[in-house]
């Protein structure tokens, strides 16, 4: 959980945003359940809003919908190939959103889900470098196929 206040002159915003993992481990095999959330408050500007395809969903709405407030679900599971080197995965994930529709001035409440097949690489016993091939739609009829990648340290 992180909590963060900024001053920017007369303007003011604060971000709260709060993670929670569960991870199964079944052998070399892992089911991993994800739940995340965030919440900008005050007069927060487009570029400090939070994009929805960097950490809620698997596919790439990020260039489309940023968000104040957000909450998400992802389940995954990741079967083991060769121990935890080389891991094939299943997952989906779910969101609900709260985005500026700027034109209008107003705000929107939506929904997202994504879901497909996903490799894991673990490189030099140091980083995760995870492929996703993801098919997502919003409730907006935005969506499809899409891939998305992550390179991360673990250790």
Not at 15 to 42: I, M, N
């Amino acid at each position: 959980t992180e909590v963060r206040y900024y001053f920017k002159g007369s303007a003011e915003m604060g971000a709260v945003t709060v993670a929670y993992q569960k991870v199964f481990l079944l052998g070399f095999d892992e089911l991993a359940l994800r739940s995340e959330g965030v919440w900008l408050w005050g007069d927060p500007v487009f570029h400090d809003e939070y994009p929805l395809s960097w950490g809620p969903i698997h596919t790439g709405f990020g260039d489309r919908y940023y968000v104040r407030k957000a909450a998400w679900q992802t389940l995954d599971y990741g079967f083991s190939l060769y121990q935890e080197v080389i891991t094939l995965h299943a997952f989906a994930d779910g969101t609900l959103y709260d985005r500026m529709d700027y034109r209008a001035g107003t705000a929107e409440i939506g929904a997202a889900f994504a879901a497909g097949p996903g490799l894991s690489l673990l490189l030099y016993d140091a980083f995760m470098f995870r492929l996703y091939y993801a098919y997502g739609r919003t409730n907006l009829g935005d969506g499809g196929w899409e891939l998305s990648m992550s390179l991360r340290k673990v250790y």
